[in-house]
DNA sequence: AAATGTGGCAACCGCCTGCTA
DNA sequence: TTAGCAGGCGGTTGCCACATT
């Protein structure tokens, strides 16, 4: 007798919690449906809020005739029903974006989602969780620090296999600029450019703590600019990258390098630069069979790099 | 052919935040 | 000022399809 009111009795006692500790139940559970949506409810949905539009999901699932929570109705419409919505078949642009953006700003999927039109945030985290992260694992990077996994470099080892002379490419100058270097700024003037644009965006729209937190974003962006927490690593380790061949590497050891580069094409505008490379850095980009794509790696010493590139204005005429 | 393992993804859960009365 | 509420968000779960044994 007893056990036939316990589902009841469970669901009381945990409405009473949820309120005792001072925060409403979404949604009467009793009766509601969940799991998987129907087509018949999808259409309702739809047919609702193409009158109404959207809002109001508390009430929404009465007047549209759904034994649903609200807040079912509000994920089945943004993550699935709604227009302009892509579904799958994420292009490498999309790919890289999404890496760049979680390397800034984690996981907030709601704010990468925000930049790659038509997808969602449960899509890009599904996305995430299920083939970027491992990518990135596969090439020795942590998906969540975007830094190599500690313990799995060495560089010797790679240096003595590519036959590489240090020595050489430090007195071969423009040898070292072009192209590693060029794609290493490429990738800085990237962020940096995505920087720009979240401070310019909340200094025009925004109150003053989101502009905090686009300003800790900016921090947050030059300290992951280092992918090496620790300098003694700098000469002896660099990630190993299973299915990788490595093209292209560059290091310098001591002072700065520092030279014209350009006139090139970069994203479509010709730029000429005088680049200043600092201290200790390197870099090297490695090709990833697994799936065609390339892969770059940069080191900075003292979490500054930003700043020491200096890029001109895209030249006109040439 | 059946059992088991694995990956992908839709949906749910519960915490957090901002708005409003 | 504050409590209640709605909606947003990220983490997690569970189902399903496909692969492997």
Known sequence: MLSSYLPT????LENEKNIAMGRAPCCDKNGLKKGAWTAEEDQKLIQYIQVHGPGKWTNLP????????????RLRWTNYLRPGIKRGGFSTEEDETIIQLHSVVGNRWSAIAARLPGRTDNEVKNYWNTNLSKRLSRRGIDPVTHNPHPNSFDLSAILNSTKVNLLSLLLGLQTLINPEIIKLANSLLLSHTETQELLLHSQNSQGPELLLQNLEQNQLLHNQSSIFQDNNQLHNQVPEIPHCTLQNISCSSSQSMQGNVGPYLMNGQIFQENMMVPLQNYSFSAFDASDNSTVQFLNNNNNQNSQNFSFDTPLSGI
């Open 62 to 73: 009465k007047n549209a005739g759904l034994q649903r929570c609200g807040k079912s109705c």
């Open 9 to 12: 009795l469970a669901i009381f």
